[in-house]
């Protein structure tokens, strides 16, 4: 039987505990089961067809959670950032992402000053997932034609996010206000 979308996110809302903390592993575990055995739903929302940028496919209206199908013609590397008191899973439908995860050195005493360093690097296949939990620094790297869906704690575009920059030791509180300030094309779809 095919893990339905519906059924993601009704596990999802299930993953968070009585205080409302969520079990992000779980939820991961979650993305990668829906990518893995629904192919319809993979191929309508991160398929060939479907729109590009960022597609906001489900708000949860108890827990807040969100779903985005996002799909790019062009590659891009980010710089790497956190999503601030968010959490953000990442699922790889089609092509792959690089993912960087980046330890913080310094002792946040400074305004605009970061010392970070790499820790970890791996890459995300189509079925795989990796998460990010709040004010975890990480970047992202894919090619031309990824498509990946993410699930977050808040809405990214409201959250304040510190962007790093590890030549100049810099960093950048910033919130994004909308997709059209992050150079995206934000669609809302709700599809559950």
């Known amino acids: ?18 205080t409302g903390k969520a079990d992000l592993e779980q939820i991961r575990l979650n993305l990668e089961r829906l990518l893995q055995e629904n192919q319809p739903f993979v191929e309508e929302h991160c398929g060939p067809d479907a729109d590009g940028g960022v597609v906001e496919l489900y708000q949860d209206p108890e827990k807040g959670f969100l779903v985005y199908a996002h799909g790019y013609a062009e590659g891009r590397t980010s710089p790497p950032h956190d999503h601030g008191a968010s959490w953000a899973i990442y ?36 079925g795989m997932a990796g ?43 910033r919130t994004v206000g ?3 300030n992050a150079g995206e094309n934000l669609t809302k779809r709700h599809i559950a």
């Not at 339905?4 to 809302?13: L, V």
């Not at 310094?106 to 690097?121: L, N």
């Not at 409201?158 to 810099?170: A, K, S």
């Open 131 to 173: 998460k990010f939990g709040p004010h975890e620094i990480h970047q992202i790297h894919f090619e031309a034609g990824a498509r990946f869906v993410r699930v977050t704690g808040a809405d990214l575009f409201e959250e304040e996010t510190l962007t790093y920059q590890p030549d100049t030791n810099g960093v950048v509180a």
């Open 178 to 180: 909308s997709a059209a």
């Open 1 to 18: 039987m095919t893990y339905s979308f519906e059924q993601f996110c009704a596990d999802n809302r299930a993953a968070y505990d009585g």
């Open 91 to 126: 699922g790889q439908a089609k092509r792959f992402t690089d993912m960087t995860e980046w330890n913080r050195l310094d002792d946040k005493s400074r305004d605009g000053y970061a010392e970070i360093e790499s820790a970890r690097k791996y890459r995300l296949d189509p």
